[in-house]
Every structure is written in C-alpha cells, then in structure tokens.
C-alpha cells in the first residue's frame, strides 16, 4: 500500500465523514493505492461507526492527547508514506497530490504552510495568526536552523520508516514540534508545499488551548536546545560580569552621573558564577542527551569532552582554587596591615569578590568533570553464566551428531553390491522355465 491517511479523532461527528469521502475519492481519482486511519481518542459521539461506514479503518487508542493519538495511527498504517491531518474539515485531503509527489521525489518529510497558501477569514484566530504561530516557527527556525515557516501546520506527509526511526514521544500538541525539530537535527530531507486552511465545520469548541498548548510547544523547543536554554545565556553572563569585575577591580567606575562600585563588583561575581554553571550544564545536557540518543552526535561535543579529561579537568580546577586561595591570602595580609581592625568595604571586597569568585568556580569545575567521566563510563555486557546441566546436554547432543555424521559418511564411501546383467537374468529364467514344463 502506497498512502495511509490517518486523522486523530475525538468526537467529530460533525466532520469525521466528509473528511473521510473526501479522502477516498481522491484515492479513486489519483489511482492511488490507499487507506484512511481514524486514531480514535475514546469518542463518545460515534465518531467510530460515522467513520467505518465512511470507509475508514478506526483504531482505539487509549492514551489521551494529539501526540498519542497520532502516534497511535502512524504505527498501526500500513502504507509505505503516511499523511496527517485534523478530522474537523479544515484541511482539504483532496489536495494531498503535491505532497506524495514530493515523497515519490525522494523527501522524508513534507510539510504544509498555512501562510503561503492561504488562510481562510475566520479558519485561524488573530492571536495564532499574528503571534503564536510566527514567534514559535521562527523560535524553531533559530534555534535548530530550519527553513519551514509552518511549524505547525497540521497537514503533512512523510516515509512512516524514516518518522518512526526518530522516536517520537510527546502525547500533546507540542508532537507537532517534535517532528520537525527531530527531523531537521537528524538531517532528513525537509519540504514545504502551500496548503489552505478553512474554518473548520465542528460547533464545539476546538481541543486546542492557546496558552497552554503555546507553552508546551515553547517548552520543547526549548528543553531541545541546550545551546539556547544554557549556552548562550551562560556566555552571556560570564561575558557581562568579566567585563564588569575586571573594570571595578581597581576602583570605581562612573558613567555619566551614575558611580559603579564595589555593590555592582559583587554582582559581576554573581553573574560570572550564574554563566559559568550554565555553560557546565550546557556541556552536561549535551552529552546526557547524545548518550541517550536525544539529540544527534555532535563532533565539537565530542572532541572537547575527549580533550577535557579527568586530569585536564582537576588540574584547571586546582588553578581557579589556587588563585582564589592567593586572593583570601592577601586579604588577610591587607587586613593584618591594618591591624585586624575595621577594614573600607570599597577596599576589602576588591580583593575578596575575586576571590570567592574563583573558589566557587573551581569547585563547580571540580564537580562537572567528575559528573562527565561519570557520563563517559561505558556499561559493559558481561558474557552470562553458563548452566552446567545445559553446557552438558549441549555436549552430548554435539557428540551425537558428529556420530551421526561419521557414519552417513561411511555409508557414502561403502562400494554398492554388484547387480545382475541382463544375460544372467535371461538364463536364469531360461532354466526356471524348462524345470516348470518338465
């Protein structure tokens, strides 16, 4: 079978049956070899009977959300290339030519854009249209360098092997996401094709939840980028407080009317802490993430995690400590000049911010390469233990069958009986003749 069709469904007995002729007729007219796939989410309106007699084939999944739903269709399909699209009538499965075309053309994925090929007044709310839709695509276009400019356009197709090698797991609306964003980082051939959007044909109230569902797709594109979600932000910070901690080192810095001293020197340090934890966790998550095949490998990842040993590690980390040791060290010193008495705050914490800024951080140096070999570890699978009773009847059944062996061979080699000429057997029945008759 060329093209399954599956539509996630939860109470559309308003639409699920035109959407499901619609479907059909364009196999019939575009001779396509193909199916329609209701992933049913526990309807209550007989959505499952309105599809069957449709055409369709309704599969029960049990586990609730758009994600699971979907997930649920795709792995029960059984054609070579799958479609998705929503039961309420407002994508036209009638126009599905242009992305099989794209799929016979070698594309693992082929999304539709809603922007490009038009949106029907009134089929998207202006909050979507305007904002939710645009800021998230172009979140997903940054943060994972995608060329789609519909995230999440709800109309699409793709190879079902090449989407089920990716693994996808999220059961709401953000699945939407997570097929691009895993597509684009697995390098999968990517295309969009102008599709139309019209209101959709339900009285109800439609499933999706602006806020909530916008925030679980932020949060996963999110969560998928440690670059974003901890790098950058960490760089950052250490950027910001180096600059800062290095210019008020020396005393106050004012510009214009404002005086910068040792209250903003304080925060630097803090700043400096704050990016450099979060550079560690960016390195962290990274390596986590392609161990566990979340995120694809990633080569500089994986040359600084090799070059940055246990040693390379322990030895940068003794050197933030030293340095921040030498920095208590002369503060005692400029203390005992003043004879342990009462110290300038402008002058003491000059010397102590630095200080316990490169304390800290040789601590959390210490700590994140200790975590990384502990990430490095490779679990290794020992051989089982052998059953003695096992390991016998193993022998004796080895044995067997070599003496089996030996003696077809034998068998094989033995020289067959000589047989009778025909002469002999003539004679002989020669004689056999006359004793009768006499």
Same mark, same amino acid.
């Given at each position: 079978m060329e093209l399954s069709v599956v539509m996630p469904c939860l109470n559309e007995a308003e639409t699920i049956e035109t959407c499901v002729r619609k479907t059909i007729g364009f196999f019939e007219e575009s001779g396509i070899d193909g199916e329609v796939v209701?992933? +049913?989410?526990?309807?209550?309106?007989?959505?499952? @009977?309105?599809?069957?007699?449709?055409?369709?084939?309704?599969?029960?999944?049990?586990?609730?959300?758009?994600?699971?739903?979907?997930?649920?269709?795709?792995?029960?399909?059984?054609?070579?290339? !799958?479609? &998705?699209?929503?039961?309420?009538?407002?994508?036209? $499965?009638?126009?599905?030519?242009?992305f099989l075309d794209e799929l016979r053309d070698g594309a693992d994925l082929v999304m539709g854009n809603r922007f490009k090929g038009g949106i029907a007044p009134g089929a998207m709310p202006p909050l979507h249209r305007y904002l939710g839709n645009p800021v998230l695509s172009f979140v997903g276009r940054l943060f994972f360098r995608s060329?789609?400019?519909d995230f999440h356009c709800g109309l699409r197709a793709f190879d079902k092997d090449a989407i089920m090698r990716l693994?996808?797991?999220?059961?709401? &609306?953000?699945?939407?996401?997570? &097929?691009?964003?895993?597509?684009?980082? @697995?390098?999968?051939?990517?295309?969009?094709v102008p599709t139309t959007l019209s209101p959709d044909g339900r009285t109800r109230a439609p499933h999706l939840n602006t806020w909530r569902d916008g925030w679980r797709h932020l949060r996963f594109l999110t969560l998928y980028s440690p670059r974003w979600l901890f790098l950058i932000p960490g760089l950052v910070f250490m950027t910001l407080g180096l600059i800062a901690g290095i210019a008020l080192s020396t005393g106050p810095v004012t510009v214009g009317d404002v005086a910068f001293d040792v209250d903003t020197l304080v925060g630097?340090?803090?700043? &400096?802490?704050?990016?450099?934890?979060? !550079?560690?966790? *960016?390195?962290?998550?990274?390596?986590?993430?392609? @161990?566990?095949? $979340?995120?694809?490998? +990633?080569?500089?990842?994986?040359?600084l995690i090799n070059w940055w040993s246990l040693e390379r590690g322990l030895a940068v980390s003794g050197l933030l400590a030293v340095a921040g040791l030498a920095g208590l060290v002369a503060s005692l010193l400029h203390w005992r000049v003043n004879d342990f008495g009462e110290l300038d705050p402008r002058e003491s914490l000059r010397i102590v911010v630095p200080a316990a800024t490169a304390l800290v951080m040789s601590l959390q140096a210490l700590f994140a390469t200790a975590f990384i070999?502990?990430?490095?570890i490779r679990r290794r699978q020992h051989p089982p233990i052998a059953?003695?009773?096992?390991?016998?009847?193993?022998? !004796?059944?080895?044995?067997?069958?070599?003496?089996?062996?030996?003696?077809?061979?034998?068998? *094989?080699? @033995?020289?067959?009986?000589?047989?009778?000429?025909?002469?002999t057997g003539a004679a002989t029945g020669a004689e056999t003749d006359d004793e009768g008759t006499g």
């Open positions: 209701i992933a +049913d989410n526990g309807s209550t309106d007989g959505s499952q @009977q309105l599809a069957r007699d449709a055409g369709a084939r309704v599969v029960p999944v049990a586990d609730k959300g758009y994600g699971n739903a979907l997930m649920g269709g795709i792995a029960a399909a059984r054609g070579r290339y !799958v479609a &998705m699209g929503d039961a309420d009538d407002s994508y036209d $499965f009638t126009t599905l030519g242009p060329k789609i400019g693994g996808l797991q999220t059961g709401g &609306m953000e699945f939407a996401s997570e &097929m691009v964003v895993k597509a684009t980082l @697995q390098g999968y051939d990517i295309r969009e630097a340090g803090a700043a &400096m802490v704050i990016g450099f934890q979060a !550079v560690v966790f *960016a390195v962290l998550t990274k390596v986590y993430a392609m @161990q566990e095949g $979340f995120l694809p490998d +990633d080569r500089r990842v994986k040359r070999s502990i990430l490095g059953d003695a009773a096992a390991e016998a009847a193993g022998v !004796v059944d080895a044995a067997a069958h070599r003496v089996e062996a030996e003696r077809r061979r034998d068998a *094989a080699t @033995q020289p067959a009986e000589p047989k009778a000429s025909a002469g």
